[in-house]
């Protein structure tokens, strides 16, 4: 039996909850689906480039790890995130400022 996954809503104001405890800056910059919508994590490095994380379906492991899903001039990390809001406008976008691009979401409780 699957398990039951947490609201969306509730996931990102934990997940928010959790950067500012460690100091990261970060901001919600599209607000979606309350209860189903899927998020976007940009990590800006400040240096005018910056990732984007995304959760796809593994099949191996039967998960749905972050993976990066674009990196590099910031400027078309926005157009990547764009463009999947045209898709999906029930996208959660939020940014972090990083320097060294710590996002937190390697750690346990963020899956």
Known sequence: MPEPRLATGIWV????????LANIPAYVT???????????????HLDGT???YGREWDWDSDSRPWRVLAQGPEREVDGTIARQRGFDPDLWVIEIESRDGRTLLDQPGLA
Do not use: F, S, W
Not at 13 to 20: H, V
Not at 33 to 43: I, Q, R
């Open 13 to 20: 104001a934990a997940y928010l909850a959790r950067l500012g």
């Open 30 to 44: 599209a607000r979606g689906d309350e209860t189903a919508g899927a998020v976007l994590v940009k990590c800006a």
């Open 50 to 52: 910056a990732a984007l």
